[in-house]
T-cell receptor, first 115, second 113 residues
């Protein structure tokens, strides 16, 4: 494993409630990413971070916000969950800065169900 | 046209077969190419990483890149039941001051004992 943990691993919630997913890395890497994975759509980037307090949107960012107050933690928040946000969420980190490599390493995922 | 196309399968082969998985892409800006393996209910796991045309071998796995044809392949020799998984191709290109990683939708492989 690439030293990435995600919590919770499973969550069931109701429409309209706020939800926060946490990604924690022990690798001290600069870049962190949040993806969602859905049948027929594959992996889609939600938001990413390129440093503490530095974040940017991905292709499916509507309805999601992120925060990164420490290098090791990247939080994904659904302000008001909807059924369309039922998905499996993966956090990823990019290879070491300055290595010349840019592959990403993934966490184990969080399975979120919004009823 | 999608940037990256991958046949979703499913693909079912007998144990010991040679497996060929493929992706095509449309954007010549892609520079780095990866293959990930994803077991059911697990996160994607990096299998192969290449950045030039040609072949790269790692055990039973060979990654092939043909930039002129915009085509990448992953070959699995002597396939095993433990290779049963979904295989995702991925490729990266510059975007702004960073790199964008684009994934194929994955090919589900089953290797039957």
């Amino acid at each position: 494993d690439a030293g990435i943990t995600q919590s919770p691993r499973h969550k069931v919630t109701e429409t309209g409630t706020p939800v926060t997913l946490r990604c924690h890395q022990t690798e001290n890497h600069r870049y962190m990413y949040w993806y969602r994975q859905d049948p027929g759509h594959g992996l889609r980037l939600i938001h990413y971070s390129y440093g503490v307090k530095d974040t940017d949107k991905g292709e499916v960012s509507d309805g999601y916000s992120v925060s990164r107050s420490k290098t090791e933690d990247f939080l994904l928040t659904l302000e008001s969950a909807t059924s369309s946000q039922t998905s499996v969420y993966f956090c990823a980190i990019r290879g070491p800065s300055g290595s010349g490599r840019n592959e990403q390493f993934f966490g184990p995922g969080t399975r979120l169900t919004v009823l | 046209q999608k940037e990256v196309e991958q046949d979703p399968g499913p693909l079912s082969v007998p144990e010991g077969a040679i497996v060929s998985l493929n992706c095509t892409y449309s954007n010549s800006a892609f520079q780095y190419f990866m293959w990930y393996r994803q077991y059911s209910r697990k996160g994607p796991e990096l299998l192969m990483y290449t950045y030039s045309s040609g072949n790269k071998e790692d055990g039973r796995f060979t990654a092939q890149v043909d930039k002129s044809s915009k085509y990448i392949s992953l070959f699995i020799r002597d396939s095993q039941p433990s290779d049963s998984a979904t295989y995702l191709c991925a490729m990266s290109r510059p975007q702004g001051g960073s790199e964008k990683l684009v994934f194929g939708k994955g090919t589900k492989l089953t290797v039957n004992p």
